[in-house]
């Protein structure tokens, strides 16, 4: 008998892998590595855990991957939406950002979201905001997994006053954190549209170098198809083809409005794509055509994108958001299947951001990031298939445990490492601090 | 000072009525009615409460409505879906249906529906099922609100033989339960195409003559649309309107494909749409157009439709779907304000289904059906406008008390008056009975 860390028993398991189910399943963990998974009643005569937990009526899966996020912006939740996009970006939340993002602020605020994640079943977000090494500070406290995407604009931002000091401090976040076990670099140009070709150019010089993964918002609504068009005679996917950016490696983030040729060349060129499906119906902007894209081969995940336009940090939601939109778009009720939707959150999460050997499947050899979903609430019953009741019955309330690299995040619903007046206490004046328009 | 039952404090009120938001509100009720409405400094001092609760970061709101709904169908919930509307209905649900749906059914899977929607914060449906007396008798026994719509239809279905015995049974279910403080029974017959027009004009004399309300679903599908113009020459909302059925009490369900004719139709008829986004989503039919149907002054209400299409009754997420579509499909991220949305989930349900006199509202003399929701949790911070909050950040694991009545149903998240393993038991071998193609 292997003596081992921990066995968890439950009465499924979603490996994300060769297998579909596990009915009466087992994960045996051991040094933060999954060392076993299979039929409980196999695992129970390998291993000699010096932890044994029973979930009866619960389902294991790997830890949800939250491909696409601003963490800080939970500070902003209460702000309103106003118009589109570029309206809501110029006039609400860049100038509240001028005013209000330093150290602290994303401090707070990246904490309030980790704390709302972890709940949820997120054990990984790649995430895009001002002053990242204080998000890798904060993961490496509070043991998250965690890409943490230097932005790289030409204007100046909260994090530093033009493109040169993006790409600079974006490198030394690199040095610092490559071969983190628990945090990823990479470079976070905003767009194709807050950054000028010379950056790009410089930008690829840098990846080309270090080998180094990308996020981009690309083809997020029409407006910004039409202007890319009319600048450079492309659109933005083809323009940033051209430069030499797209590679495996590349999220490319919303995605809605594509043509054949924009799919064609995602796959061609092996970029992932990070499909938001509730911020982009809040803020009008389009749908990703998942079903069109997975059938090119190209790798989908899923993001919730920030707080502020999207509400809430649920990637199960986005789960089921992503299974609607596309029953809707394509009149097709099995158009995305509820394992399909929960492969993105995970396995296609993880690929997304090049962690694939890493974390997305319950598969030994990786780290034991995963999560325990019950689904004995009236709600959930009667379970057909536990993923369809994962995604269309149940909800974030009810995950009970979460474990990064083998470690309990959630315990039985109680967040663990996280104080609750503390976070109460982040949020209280924020109504008051971070106001559209208030003074300085 | 006025003695009564009980006066609830709270960090906020949506009462719905001419008042938008209430900060640090109260409610006084007594005798299971609502008796005072407003701060809760002033209502302190004019009521003595035999029991107060405070409820300080919470929002009080009126007990949610939900529209549409097929209870018992939850005991369907493991089902897959194959194939759009007409070929899941056929294949799945019909056969099923005959094979499975009897009185214990009816009684069992109503129950756990109830459980799931009391516990978040539905104190009111409008049901759409066969053995509608099964659910009135358990409504009243487990006291709960309900709207029980017998089906009409002409086939035989496992209550009635043919169109003859389904009118007969739901003139007997209107004699039985007309009048009573909790249970409305109305009229459902299934669609346009499931009742043959000699149908429709006897039913039309019976609601004449009883002045009773009318739920139907009605274009929800394109096929559905053009089906009746090649049988009928007449769009379905049209058709119907010729035979004299369409008036104030009759509520539209689903709504999907509508010209402006249509919706100056119902407009001029004063009948109720209900808005069910996400079963329409999920069986790709199609968008209700929410907005032109209220700028037109139609009353629109929101429904889940049963679980077995949508998973979950869930109507706050069915408020946010209905938010996120409105965006998505007019490209503009206020289309559908949460407020909005919320009024649709009450007093548009409560108008809908002729009890808007009776509850919608949080407005003295009216029923005490409401409910609280915690906005506390890291998932709903910072908090700006609550019905924001509610919409997007909240969901409803975040509702902890319920009230139907002035009867708690639900305390501090506990489900009073039911019993946990019971439910479970009504469920345990829901998917071997019920399975689809399975030997009868």
């Excluded at 997994?145 to 030409?154: E, H, L, Q, S, Y």
């Excluded at 407006?223 to 490696?249: F, I, K, N």
């Excluded at 502020?308 to 939601?317: C, F, K, R, S």
Aim: charged residues 20%.
């Amino acid at each position: 008998m292997q003596p081992i860390d921990l066995l968890i028993e439950a009465r499924w398991a979603l490996p994300m892998d060769d297998v579909a189910v596990l009915e009466h399943a087992a994960v045996a963990i051991d040094g933060g590595r999954i060392v076993g998974v299979g039929a409980a009643n196999a695992l129970t005569g390998r291993f000699a855990p010096r932890e044994r937990l029973v979930r009866s009526s619960h389902v294991l899966l790997p830890g949800l991957v939250n491909a696409h996020t601003h963490a800080a912006m939970s500070l902003f939740r209460h702000v309103p939406i106003r118009g589109p996009l570029m309206q809501w970006l110029n006039e609400t939340i860049w100038p509240l950002e001028r005013r209000c993002v330093n150290t602290q602020f994303v401090r707070s605020g990246t904490r309030l979201a980790m704390a709302e994640m972890l709940s949820a079943g997120i054990t990984c977000f790649a995430d895009m905001y001002f002053f990242p090494e204080e998000v890798a500070r904060l993961a490496r406290e509070l043991h998250l997994r965690v890409v943490v995407g230097a932005p790289v604009v030409d204007a100046r931002t909260p994090w530093a006053a033009d493109a040169d000091e993006h790409l600079d401090r974006a490198a030394r976040l690199w040095d610092e954190y490559r071969g983190d076990p628990l945090i990823l670099p990479c470079f976070a140009p905003h767009s194709p549209y807050a950054v000028r070709r010379e950056t790009f150019v410089r930008l690829r010089r840098l990846i080309d170098q270090l080998d180094a993964p990308l996020m981009m918002h690309l083809h997020e609504t029409q407006t910004e198809v039409r202007d890319s068009l009319a600048a450079h005679g492309a659109r933005p996917l083809a323009w940033l083809g051209d430069e030499g950016l797209l590679r495996p490696g590349f999220s490319a983030v919303h995605m809605n409005w594509l043509t054949e040729d924009d799919i064609d060349l995602a796959a061609r060129t092996g970029i992932s794509v990070v499909h938001c499906p509730q911020s982009n119906q809040r803020l009008g902007s389009g749908i990703c055509p998942v079903g069109a894209l997975a059938d090119a081969g190209v790798n989908v995940a899923l993001g919730t994108d920030g707080a502020a336009n999207v509400g809430a940090l649920d990637l199960l939601a986005e789960a089921r958001a992503a299974c609607l939109l596309a029953s809707l778009s394509t009149h097709d009720p099995q158009a995305l299947a509820a394992i399909d939707a929960l492969r993105m959150a995970t396995l296609g999460g993880a690929q997304a951001i090049g962690l694939a050997r890493e974390i997305g499947s319950l598969t030994a050899g990786k780290a034991a990031d995963l999560i325990a979903v019950d689904l004995s609430a009236p709600a959930c019953l009667p379970v057909g298939e536990p993923a369809d009741a994962l995604v269309f019955a149940a909800g974030r309330d009810a995950v009970t445990d979460v474990w990064v690299n083998g470690r309990a995040m959630v315990r039985e619903r109680r967040l663990l490492a996280f104080d609750a007046p503390e976070l109460a206490g982040i949020a209280r004046d924020a109504p008051a601090r971070f106001a559209p328009g208030a003074a300085a």
